[in-house]
């Protein structure tokens, strides 16, 4: 595939024909529309497209039937059917047809580029051989001490397959390190498989993971093989593990006590050797309290645990992450590589970035394309990026690592952890009002929005040294 990828469209309605045609107007993409799915396998033929937009309803032709005549001669295009907003039935037989996504009508222009992008990525994914040369593909950034521990886990297990659980934020690369670890596993060879329980609607996360047999349910026309087998050999990457329903969860947990299960709708068993990495933003412990994730499959997947610090606890990477990204959206976009001023570098190292790494390789990609010069100044940022303050940011810093502690602590095994953390809170802000009073008590109550009273009373317990003289 070359930079420029090409998306074909195919609707009976001119007018969405249009809509699409304009939303998806962009340097890196190319739009053939088709009025006749009848035509579309033709041109399949003649001129494959990366990512194949279909509607529903069509005469002659519907989407569902081009679905699974596509599905025959092309089965790795990612197709994306357009279905009426409510009509859940269609969206389901869509999934179940082997759509890579539905998009429900009226779409917002956004929305539809972000999932044509996401096909394309998905079909360069595929394409992409799956033997991958060590180091190659996951280039992981990280000067940061935090990150440095993660590079040592990666280089500690890469000769082992055992199961590992990854632990971070939405954004902060928990996807990448699962890359990481496999690529430098002895199963590099074999194939990678991710699957993100929280994008798939919950019926369909069994026939997913497990594949089924022909006529296992209604649209079920062929058997499909799940990822489980997709992955034999290799690594099943489970995202957002704890949004997995909780049958799921008893199928996973016997799967990986027995290495064998049965497809939906099959009889015999299948035997699987495939590594579990898992990944998460929430607390498996909690939810494992609150009786919404297995205790035993939490032991199972928690036998190495990776923290992915947030991209505030670790601002010492933010110039080169920042390099990286520009110098990476120039390839995408085929277009020169822009350059951040000292002041621009600096503004961006100092943001509270709630998006972590993916809010900022966005916010390169967003400045690839809209930043007027060759030089990024702060004038160029986007909007919401340029106008926050630092008061904003160092409080969007603090946020997250009073976070971070927290992860740490539950990790470690501590309860109670309002007792541990409100005095300390409360301690630091009356020493930073005391400080600004000049040690005067009663305007250091005022600033804190507190009675006098009270900051005596408080004092008393959190600062006896301070109190005396009350
Ligand atoms: N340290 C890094 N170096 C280079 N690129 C990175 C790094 N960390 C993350 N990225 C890139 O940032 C984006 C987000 O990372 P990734 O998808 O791995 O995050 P995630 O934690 O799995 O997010 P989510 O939980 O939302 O799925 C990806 O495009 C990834 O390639």
Redesign the pocket.
């Known amino acids: 595939m070359t930079d420029v990828a090409r998306v074909m469209i195919v609707d009976d309605d001119r007018a969405i024909r249009w809509v699409l045609e304009r939303a998806l107007a962009q340097p890196d993409l190319e739009i053939e529309t088709i009025e006749r799915a009848d035509r579309v396998l033709d041109r399949l033929l003649e001129n494959p497209p990366d990512v194949l937009v279909t509607d529903i309803r069509m005469p002659g032709i519907d989407g569902l039937d081009l679905l699974a005549r596509v599905q025959e001669v092309h089965p790795d295009l990612p197709v994306i059917v357009m279905t009426a907003h409510s009509d859940l039935d269609s969206a389901v037989a869509s999934y179940q047809g082997g759509a890579f996504e539905y998009l429900p009508k009226p779409f917002d222009v956004d929305e539809a580029l972000a999932l044509v992008r996401r096909a394309v990525a998905h079909a360069r994914e595929r394409q992409r051989p799956v033997s991958v040369p060590e180091g190659l593909d996951a280039?992981?950034?990280?000067e940061a001490p935090a990150?440095q521990e993660v590079f040592r886990a990666i280089g500690r297990l890469s000769h082992s397959h055992i199961t590992v659980l990854i632990n971070?934020?939405?954004?902060?690369?928990?996807?990448?390190?699962a890359r990481a670890l496999h690529q430098h596993s002895p199963r590099a060879g074999k194939p990678f498989i991710a699957l993100?329980m929280a994008a798939i609607p919950r019926d369909l996360i069994e026939s997913e993971l497990f594949g089924h047999e022909k006529g296992a349910f209604t649209g079920a026309t062929a058997q499909r093989q799940g990822r489980f087998e997709q992955a034999n050999g290799g690594t099943l990457f489970l995202?957002?593990i704890g949004d997995m329903p909780a049958e799921t969860q008893t199928r996973l947990l016997r799967v990986l006590a027995d290495g064998e299960f049965y497809r939906v709708g099959g009889h015999t068993s299948v035997k699987v050797d495939v590594r579990i990495i898992a990944?998460t933003?929430q607390n498996l412990e909690t939810l494992v309290e609150d009786g919404r994730f297995r205790e035993d499959l939490f032991h199972r997947l928690n036998v190495i645990r990776i923290h992915?610090p947030t991209l505030a606890e670790r601002r010492e990477?933010i110039p080169r992450?920042a390099r990286?990204?520009l110098a990476e959206a120039a390839k995408e976009l085929a277009t020169d590589v822009k350059v951040l001023t000292a002041d621009a570098e600096a503004h961006l190292t100092r943001l509270a970035w709630p998006g972590?790494?993916?809010q900022l390789?966005n916010t390169c990609r967003w400045l690839t394309v809209m930043a007027s010069g060759r030089e990024v100044l702060i004038e160029d940022l986007p909007q919401e990026l340029r106008e926050v303050d630092s008061a904003e940011a160092v409080a969007g810093d603090w946020r997250s690592a009073f976070r971070d502690w927290a992860d740490r602590a539950l990790d470690a095994g501590h309860t109670h952890l309002l007792e541990e953390a409100v005095p300390d809170f409360e301690r630091i802000l009356i020493e930073t009002a005391l400080k600004h009073t000049g040690g005067r008590k009663g305007e250091a109550a005022e600033l804190l929005g507190w009675g006098r009273n009270t900051l005596t009373r408080k004092l008393k317990t959190l600062l006896p040294a301070l109190a005396e003289g009350e």
């Open positions: 280039e992981i950034i990280g990150m971070g934020q939405s954004g902060t690369g928990k996807e990448r390190v993100n995202d957002e990944a933003h992915l990477d992450l990286h990204f972590n790494v993916r390789e």
